[in-house]
């Protein structure tokens, strides 16, 4: 996905997010472990976007094992770096031309 594309599935993500009554707390977090494409906070938990978007498969295919271990240790890192341990959840944003789909708690 070229990262213009990737951009604009993050926006349309954002947008969805606001109107669901999330508050963004930060968009693409890099670590040396890896990015979290945004992340978000609702009723004190906060979430772990990662954003996938295709035309042509379910994007969740794109979120393997090794990805989900980059983003768990760049969460680590996350809480690290704020002095929290605040409850999360890890979460697939999938943009298809059909619309938005968020699946909460992904895993392996």
Request: hydrophobic share 40%.
């Amino acid at each position: 996905m070229s990262q213009k594309i990737g951009f604009k599935a993050e926006d349309k993500v954002e947008k969805y997010l606001l109107k669901n009554g999330y508050k963004i707390i930060k968009r693409n977090f890099h670590s040396k472990f890896g990015e979290i494409d945004i992340i978000a906070k609702k009723a004190g938990v906060f979430s772990f976007f990662e954003v996938k978007f295709s035309k042509k498969y379910d994007p969740i295919c794109r979120i393997t094992p090794a990805k989900i271990g980059k983003i768990i240790k760049t969460i680590d890192y996350f809480f690290m770096m704020n002095n929290s341990d605040d409850e999360y959840q890890i979460c697939a944003a999938l943009v298809t031309p059909k619309g938005i789909e968020i699946i909460d708690n992904i895993s392996y």
